[in-house]
């Protein structure tokens, strides 16, 4: 039982950690919600009169608001779909009796420690590329016509690449848990006749829903804003096909400069951001409480 | 008791793992491979690129005479170790007091914390850079210290909490009833149970900071511009550029990869984020 | 060392004695194309003549355009030294965020001010007074394979020729088992990208991007007509991926042998006919932008320019570099050490009175009469109320043009109809004038 001092003592160490994202968060947020409800443009700088809802309505009437809410959607639960299936194959795979298990397992890390800007950069040139990239050469030394991934598959291949950045963090969480799971209770299944579909789904699944949790909240965190793979591939584009909301907000502050829009955007993505955190929360509090 | 495994089993996992690891780890190794190869060879057929015979480092010269490697190099090092010691000497202390003396609204405190990390930074980059401006913090490398912890400032202390948290409880007692004081419960007892799950936190605190290239892009001119600018310059082709393209995504990869690959095992470990018991 | 540049450190040092006598440490932010490269590369010349130093940002279009507004709009001061285009100087200009540049003949008095092109100067002015000062000016012509013409059987067009004969031509042309495609033309989405291509275009076949009372027109018949010429040539004889090829794509296509024809900026001459940067060089010729129902507007006009910021702390300074970078000493000290080719091409009579640089580079004379032909006052068939040729001269045109340009690639990407894209584009560009007060 934890006594009076040590409660406020531990008050006190909490506190600048507190008080600091406090001021990140309150901060910019006021200011944020004070622009939201003004005319404010950077490139007509005048008096910046108090417009009401304006902006709100301006950004939720935008043409390509319904566009970015799903893409966001697709996004980021593609990313999770892809990474998450995928990890728990490649941990499974990693976790069998191999040689040179070590230099596989830096091979599978490595895109994690590569710069989004840097990784979206190889895979648009060097590889999605239609006339000098790699896939491009492949096809057409197939003879096939090369795929021209920004134009006819532009949101699908930025769910690759970004997967391929996330991939690795699944698979060594997933692989970390998968190496504490009690090798006896396996066999003992095996034994009783399980089949491996049988021991996979209620032994194995059930033993990796902590791990999988976590994979999906710490995802889910960085894919709400991903925006530099946009950026350096599509720019949003074609037309608003890979428009996100982040990316959305970008083009109404900072190419439009309509910091008032931009703000109206900001207020409604931190919303969003919210609701998505309270639903994680619940999710979270059920797993990893226990 | 583990099984015998046939080494038969054991060679077609090696080799179908070892192919999709090439296969994911091929994008870097690609990379490495055209930035010794000259512009011309670079846009080659794969194959062609492989057998062409000239090797060169010029796309690394061009790269260097066109942008100071060093200077950049020099504030992402110091920007990534900064943010992150700067991180720790807030997150210890919320960490602890949140493991160790667990209150009603802590789970709550914790989450609100991870939610913050939700704001797209491009909303707000209008009023930060207002603030900066008016307290001269644009293009300082202070300023950006500042910024790049309170970014990951939320997943340090939860990282933290959860390493911390499986410290099992039962000793401090112990500690305390020996008339260990706070300060000498934490020093002696705490700090070298937590020492490596610190390290597995530093560890990702830098690499997220030396990715993030947001802010350090939108707040810095040139002082402290770190390597996420310095590709920047890179980003659109000027003529063939995939030779210098890829010479300047090695400089600004490798030195963090080098550091990810030496500390890989500390890092995996405190990853988990509690997610393995 | 020879005579000239022992005349350029003194011109120089005059300068720097003209000037503060304490070293600033100025910071340039500029665009990474090839020009600016070559002047990040000689900048030691100035370093060393006046004791300043100066520290490069080198970015991407797109990024440097929205990194320096954001610092100049908020009044940042993070930039002493800043490349602009012919769309931003007037406007910020206007503003008073830019420091007037008219006294520069007093820090150097051999700039010669009145050297400088008239339709250039006033592009980059506001109200008579110079804002920023030219680093390099364009317009927009078609380049062509010689080889592949005569290959082909077709005669060079002497005279400006129409979209339609240009669309035969490129029909002929087209020769995508051999790697070669008809034409290569901007598709990566944006203003400055694929609709300074577009824009002209549409200039061509009689439309305008708003009526005298600034209502859009993006919904007419001539856009229509222009955007779907535009989308089917693209599609039909274009190379693959082209909705995300932009200029700097397509010149490394050109250059690689894989264009036969290409309308893009004049000042890819000076890349396109060096031996050392492209493929095609002794290959390339050139002929006028096509034209349609009208030849108003047919050719772009655009200039990259220096300008300092009112900002910044060390304007003195930075005016003496601009003083150097965009003088007749510089361009020759580019034709001396990187090749005449490669002088910054539109800008200076002197220039094109060279005759090393008229040897150098056969387009010059064809650059010099585009640029002087374009006519930013008079960009359309019907009478607009803004100037500009492929751009409107409005600070809400980079959102709507951006738009628009997102709009038109996805059409181009077959993502959706041309009358899907420009009835978006009308709705949204209705919605943005509306939002900043033009029409009710």
């Keep these: 039982m934890a006594t009076k001092a040590s409660r406020s003592a531990a008050r006190l160490m909490i506190s600048p950690a507190v008080v600091l994202l406090l001021g990140w968060m309150l901060i910019p947020l006021c200011m944020t919600v004070y622009f939201s409800f003004l005319r404010f443009n950077l490139l007509n700088p005048g008096d910046n009169p108090f417009v009401g809802w304006e902006n709100y309505r301006w950004f939720v009437t935008d043409p390509s608001f319904s566009a970015a809410m799903i893409n966001t959607l697709v996004l980021v639960g593609g990313v999770l779909l892809i990474t998450t299936i995928g990890g728990i194959m490649f941990a499974l795979l990693l976790d069998q009796p191999m040689w040179g298990q070590g230099l596989i397992r830096i091979m599978v890390i490595a895109p994690f420690f590569v710069m989004p800007t840097v990784g979206a950069l190889v895979w648009k040139n060097m590889f999605m590329n239609p006339v000098n990239g790699i896939f491009g050469h492949i096809a057409q030394s197939l003879g096939a016509a090369p795929i021209d991934f920004f134009s006819s598959i532009p949101l699908l291949s930025i769910v690759l690449i970004v997967s391929w950045q996330w991939l690795p963090f699944a698979t060594l969480i997933l692989l970390t848990a998968f190496q504490s799971l009690d090798q006896e209770q396996l066999e003992a299944a095996e034994m009783d006749g399980a089949s491996w579909f049988n021991r996979f789904w209620y032994i194995m699944l059930p033993h990796l829903a902590r791990a999988i949790t976590v994979v999906i909240l710490i995802q889910t965190i960085f894919l709400l804003s991903i925006f530099a793979e946009i950026l350096v591939t599509t720019n949003g584009g074609p037309g608003v096909a890979t428009t996100n909301l982040t990316y959305l907000i970008y083009v109404s502050s900072l190419l439009q400069y309509d910091v008032g829009m931009g703000s109206a955007g900001g207020v409604i993505a931190i919303i969003l951001a919210n609701i998505v955190a309270i639903f994680l929360m619940r999710m979270i509090g059920k797993n990893l409480d226990a | 008791m583990a099984r015998a495994v046939p080494n038969s089993r054991k060679a077609i996992n090696t080799a179908v793992a070892g192919t999709l690891g090439f296969i994911i780890f091929f994008p870097i190794l690609w990379i490495l491979i055209l930035s010794f190869k000259t512009e011309g060879d670079a846009i080659k057929a794969p194959l062609q690129v492989l057998f062409s015979t000239g090797w060169t480092t010029e796309s690394f010269g061009a790269v260097q005479e066109r942008s100071d490697y060093f200077k950049h190099f020099t504030n992402s090092v110091v920007l990534a170790l900064g943010s992150t010691i700067l991180g720790l000497l807030v997150a210890v202390p919320a960490a602890w007091a949140m493991a160790f003396v667990p209150a009603k609204h802590t789970k709550n405190v914790l989450m609100w914390m991870l939610s913050t990390k939700m704001l797209p930074p491009v909303g707000v980059l209008v009023p930060i850079y207002l603030i900066f401006r008016d307290v001269g913090l644009l293009d300082t490398r202070t300023g950006l210290v500042i910024v790049l912890m309170l970014m990951n400032l939320p997943i340090i202390v939860w990282m933290l909490y959860t390493y911390f948290r499986e410290i099992p409880g039962e000793i401090l007692e112990a500690a305390r009833m020996d008339g260990a004081s706070l300060r000498e419960e934490v020093i002696y007892v705490l700090t070298p149970m937590a020492i490596p799950g610190i390290a597995s936190t530093v560890l990702l605190n830098i690499i997220l900071a030396w990715n993030e290239a947001f802010w350090t892009l939108n707040l810095t001119a040139s002082n402290a511009a770190p390597l996420t600018a310095f590709i920047a310059s890179y980003s659109s082709p000027e003529g063939l550029f995939y030779a210098k393209l890829s010479a300047a995504s090695v400089m600004a990869i490798a030195p963090i990869l080098i550091m990810g690959w030496f500390s890989q095992k500390q890092l995996v470990r405190g990853l988990t984020f509690g997610a393995v018991k | ?440």
């Design chain 3, 1 to 440: 060392m020879n005579l000239k540049s022992a005349l350029l450190g003194a011109t120089a040092l005059s300068i720097a004695s003209a000037g503060a006598a304490t070293a600033a440490e100025l910071t340039i932010a500029t665009v990474n194309n090839s020009d600016m490269i070559i002047m990040q590369k000689l900048s030691p010349v100035w370093e060393e003549a006046t004791g300043h130093t100066l520290n490069w940002v080198v970015l991407e279009e797109n990024t440097l355009r929205q990194r320096v507004t954001t610092d100049i709009a908020t009044n940042g001061g993070s930039f002493d030294i800043i490349t602009i285009g012919a769309y931003e100087a007037p406007i910020w200009g206007a503003r008073d965020w830019l420091v007037a540049l008219d006294d520069l003949t007093e820090i150097n008095p051999d700039y010669d001010l009145e050297d400088i092109y008239e339709p250039v100067r006033n592009g980059l002015s506001a109200d008579g007074t110079l804002f920023a000062v030219p680093f390099y000016a364009e317009s927009s012509f078609t380049f062509y394979r010689t080889d592949l013409f005569e290959a082909a059987g077709i005669e060079a067009p002497t005279e400006q020729i129409t979209y339609t004969q240009f669309e035969e031509m490129v029909a002929q042309l087209h020769d995508p088992d051999n790697g070669v495609f008809g034409t290569c033309q901007r598709g990566k989405a944006g203003w400055g990208e694929n609709m300074a291509f577009v824009g002209p275009l549409v200039n061509a076949f009689g439309g305008r991007w708003f009526d005298m009372d600034w209502q859009p027109q993006i919904d007419s018949e001539e856009w229509r007509t222009a955007i779907n010429y535009y989308v089917d040539l693209v599609q039909n004889y274009g190379p693959p991926g082209a909705s995300s090829n932009g200029h700097n794509e397509n010149r490394a296509l050109f250059a690689d042998g894989r264009c036969a024809t290409w309308v893009d900026a004049t000042s890819a001459a000076g890349y396109i006919f060096n031996p050392n940067e492209s493929s095609v060089a002794d290959r390339t010729d050139f002929f006028q932008a096509p034209y349609q129902e009208t030849k108003n507007g047919t050719g772009w006009f655009w200039a990259w320019a220096l300008g300092v910021p009112a900002s910044s702390t060390n304007a003195d300074a930075a005016k003496d570099f601009l003083a150097w970078a965009t003088s007749k000493e510089y361009i020759e000290l580019v034709g001396e050490r990187e090749g005449w080719v490669a002088a910054p091409p539109g800008t200076r009579k002197s220039t094109y009175a060279n005759e090393a640089y008229l040897s150098a580079a056969p387009f010059a004379e064809t650059v010099e009469n585009s640029i002087l032909a374009a006519d930013p006052a008079n960009p359309t068939r019907d009478p607009v109320p803004y100037t500009g040729i492929q751009f409107v001269a409005i600070p809400e045109f980079q959102g709507i043009g951006n738009y628009v340009g997102q709009q038109i690639a996805a059409a181009l990407a077959g993502q959706q109809t041309v009358d899907q894209a420009l009835e978006n584009s009308q709705r949204f560009a209705v919605r943005e004038m509306t939002k900043a007060g033009y029409i009710q």
